[in-house]
């Protein structure tokens, strides 16, 4: 079968984008993997496969892939990138848009700018929610990975992440401690692992290992988490900018029983088509 495919990304994460509105389409792990392969296949870290809504009043419902095929609950930069492509398809003409995802639903709206809003729902800090084995606890928690100790916060934004303080972001620490605790036996659903340097209470830089991928240029969801988490400990302010690799974030969360929302861009990079 003839697939075609929009490669879009948000700030460099980066995705093939299906329209199965239009056309059913279906994946199994294997095609994933060999699609997502940068080399064998087209590459991307994310596929999201568009399908028409299974609840009335919502516009759409979306599928989350990540390149080692496992389906995911939340995609921060990829919902996003999923705005733009049904706008761009004339799939809807609607600026504001509910769609059904695995986490639940989520409200996009697309900004006279072209930045779109995510309304990303409720985190919760509840550890039975990522799942993470621990008794709950207002305080950081502790981990040990690879004979370290590290203090982090677990917080579940639809998607599971640990985000840990440092003082400093380094290549190595991203890439041997995420690539750990990501695979953490205290994780059993595994984890996305956010390391995150507090410049001031408004701004944050910060590096994502992503569950099912690796590091990633930039983390939607795991920039939620770091805001929430770097909130709820007192670290930052209700409204914060994130510093990822690829570029800045917008996140705001006045706390408790408010939703969060993340504001940013979302860009075409090409249409092509490759046999399934
Ligand atoms: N890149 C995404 C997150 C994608 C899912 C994540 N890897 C997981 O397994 O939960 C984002 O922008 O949020």
């Known amino acids: ?57 919502m516009d759409f419902r979306y599928r989350i892939y990540n390149s080692d095929g496992s389906e995911v609950e939340h995609c921060g930069n990829g919902a996003r990138c999923f705005a733009k492509f049904v706008l761009d ?30 309304d990303m729902g409720m985190p919760s800090f509840d550890p039975k929610e990522l799942p993470f084995t621990a008794e709950p606890s207002d305080a950081l928690y502790g981990i040990t990975a690879g004979g370290d100790d590290f203090l982090m916060t677990p917080v579940s934004v639809g998607n599971p992440h640990a985000v840990i303080k440092v003082d400093q972001l380094t290549d190595n620490q991203v890439s041997t401690v995420g690539a750990l605790i990501e695979c953490h036996e205290r994780f059993p659903r595994k984890v996305n692992v956010g390391f995150m340097q507090v410049i001031n209470p408004d701004e944050i830089n910060l590096r994502v290992y992503e569950r099912g991928v690796g590091e990633t240029q930039a983390c939607g969801t795991g920039a939620c988490a770091a805001v929430v988490a770097g909130i709820k400990q007192g670290w930052l302010s209700p409204k914060v900018t994130a510093h990822l690799r690829g570029g800045d974030l917008q996140i705001e969360w006045q706390g408790e029983g408010h939703p969060i929302l993340m504001t940013g861009p979302a860009e075409k990079v090409f249409e092509g088509q490759i046999y399934l």
């Open 89 to 118: 398809r004339e799939l809807t003409n609607k600026r504001v848009i509910n769609v059904e995802t695995k986490r639940g639903v989520i409200q996009l709206r697309v900004l006279d700018d072209g930045l779109v809003t995510v």
């Open 1 to 57: 079968m003839l697939l075609k495919f929009t490669k879009m990304h948000g700030l460099g994460n980066d995705f093939v984008v299906v329209d199965a509105v239009s056309r059913k389409v279906f994946f199994n792990k294997q095609q994933i993997e060999r699609l997502s392969d940068r080399n064998w296949g087209i590459g991307f870290d994310q596929l999201l496969v568009v399908e028409p809504p299974t609840q009335p009043d």
